[in-house]
């Protein structure tokens, strides 16, 4: 008995994957702010969660393939001197810039050294419409509780299935 063999291009086999890549989003995470209103000024260990919590949702996005993240050397020149929290229009124009297809924007603001939330919006790069939103708010100021908060900001805010 004979057996056959389909031999298919190496261009078909990829053509899936690479389809599917091309029409996902592409997206900019700007580095987070930090908007302190406590009574305290903001400490070193803060400023690390800060810079933390942006790559923690940075691999989240990826790791949900709903977005592609692109990183750039001048999203973070342009970054370190804009306010993106109060001028949002710049974070779409800047991710336009860049080509990708959202902006997202995200921020902690520190009300107290227990009380914390953590915000993030993601704008369309082409109209500069929201297209998912969210904040939670987080009870303590340690490494976990940075970590929870964004994880849950992502699962249930910004990558939630519309209701």
């Known amino acids: 008995m004979q057996a056959w063999r389909i031999v298919l291009p190496v261009w078909t086999v990829l053509l899936g994957p690479a389809s599917a890549l091309a029409s996902t989003p ?5 580095p987070f702010a930090f908007i302190d209103t406590s009574p ?3 400490r070193a260990d803060e400023l690390a969660r800060l810079h933390d919590a942006g790559q923690e949702l940075r691999r989240l996005l990826v790791q949900s393939q709903r977005y592609v993240v692109i990183e750039t050397a001048s999203t973070k020149a342009k970054a370190a001197g804009t306010d993106f929290v109060n001028c949002q ?12 297809d959202v902006a997202i924007i995200g921020w902690v603001q520190k009300v107290s050294n227990l009380i914390l939330n953590i915000n993030a919006v993601i704008r369309s790069a082409a ?9 939670v708010d987080i009870r303590g100021n340690t490494d976990e509780s940075w970590t929870r908060g964004v994880r849950y900001l992502a699962a249930n805010r910004l990558l939630a299935s519309p209701r």
């Open 89 to 100: 229009s710049c974070a779409v124009t800047e991710a336009k810039e860049l080509g990708a």
């Open 127 to 135: 109209t500069g419409d929201i297209v998912s939103a969210g904040s």
């Open 40 to 42: 305290e000024p903001p």
């Open 26 to 30: 592409t997206a900019v995470v700007f």
